[in-house]
């Protein structure tokens, strides 16, 4: 018998089938991440390599520096649209269909559901439900994709200039992403296993 999923994973599911029902705002929300992430990756790299030839030879390389600062303006460009056409555009109609499935969900329970409830706090439920995306969504495409589209980015130069220490990388990396979520899923089943006597006293503990 398969272990019920905990609601937090069921809100992630929930979310992320509400995000396929608009493809192109997803995949230019995805771009998006991606331009954070050659903002923190690249664009570094390019500055360093304007330095080293700097140091080197004593001379600065305009050629490179200008292409970096294109670089860097195109980036800016491209963010400015992805964020526009693609997290705000997904943000917006997301987070409409979860107020109004939420609330179209309610008004056709029958009187028994809500004699058993308080209405203003199923209310005060159903909006925190949908206004929770907009966590979920700074949280995706602001910091957990850009960065690991970084680590990806990082992982591929290092492989380009130094074969075996950027595989090393990537090996400890993925072992160590494993790891966490493998621990992270373990927790989840823990936490899913409490006995009804343990329950029974934490809810004395906790009255």
């Given at each position: 018998?398969?272990?019920?999923?905990?609601?937090?994973?069921?809100?992630?599911?929930?979310?992320?089938?509400?995000?396929?029902?608009?493809?192109?705002?997803?995949?230019?929300?995805?771009?998006?991440?991606?331009?954070?992430?050659?903002?923190?990756?690249?664009?570094?790299?390019?500055?360093?390599?304007?330095?080293?030839?700097?140091?080197?030879?004593?001379?600065?390389?305009?050629?490179?520096?200008?292409?970096?600062?294109?670089?860097?303006?195109?980036?800016?460009?491209?963010?400015?649209?992805?964020?526009?056409?693609?997290?705000?555009?997904?943000?917006?109609?997301?987070?409409?269909?979860?107020?109004?499935?939420?609330?179209?969900?309610l008004?056709?329970?029958?009187?028994?559901?809500?004699?058993?409830?308080?209405?203003?706090?199923?209310?005060?439920?159903?909006?925190?439900?949908?206004?929770?995306?907009?966590?979920?969504?700074?949280?995706?495409?602001?910091?957990?994709?850009?960065?690991?589209?970084?680590?990806?980015?990082?992982?591929?130069?290092?492989?380009?200039?130094?074969?075996?220490?950027?595989?090393?990388?990537?090996a400890?990396?993925?072992?160590?992403?494993?790891?966490?979520?493998?621990?992270?899923?373990?927790?989840c089943?823990?936490?899913?296993?409490?006995?009804?006597?343990?329950?029974?006293?934490?809810a004395?503990?906790?009255?």
């Open positions: 018998m398969q272990p019920e999923l905990q609601p937090n994973w069921r809100a992630l599911f929930l979310y992320l089938s509400y995000c396929r029902r608009y493809p192109r705002p997803a995949v230019l929300a995805g771009c998006f991440s991606i331009c954070l992430a050659l903002r923190d990756t690249i664009v570094p790299l390019l500055v360093a390599l304007v330095l080293g030839r700097y140091i080197r030879s004593g001379r600065v390389d305009v050629n490179l520096l200008i292409f970096t600062a294109l670089f860097q303006l195109l980036l800016i460009f491209l963010s400015h649209r992805t964020d526009k056409w693609g997290v705000s555009v997904l943000h917006n109609r997301v987070a409409k269909d979860l107020y109004e499935d939420s609330f179209n969900y008004i056709h329970q029958d009187y028994a559901f809500f004699a058993n409830r308080f209405s203003g706090s199923l209310v005060n439920q159903a909006s925190r439900f949908a206004k929770a995306y907009t966590v979920f969504s700074d949280i995706t495409f602001f910091d957990m994709l850009p960065l690991l589209f970084s680590v990806m980015i990082a992982v591929s130069v290092m492989i380009h200039y130094v074969p075996w220490i950027g595989l090393a990388i990537l400890v990396w993925l072992v160590a992403v494993g790891l966490v979520i493998y621990l992270g899923l373990n927790r089943r823990c936490a899913g296993r409490l006995s009804p006597k343990k329950a029974s006293r934490l004395s503990w906790l009255t």
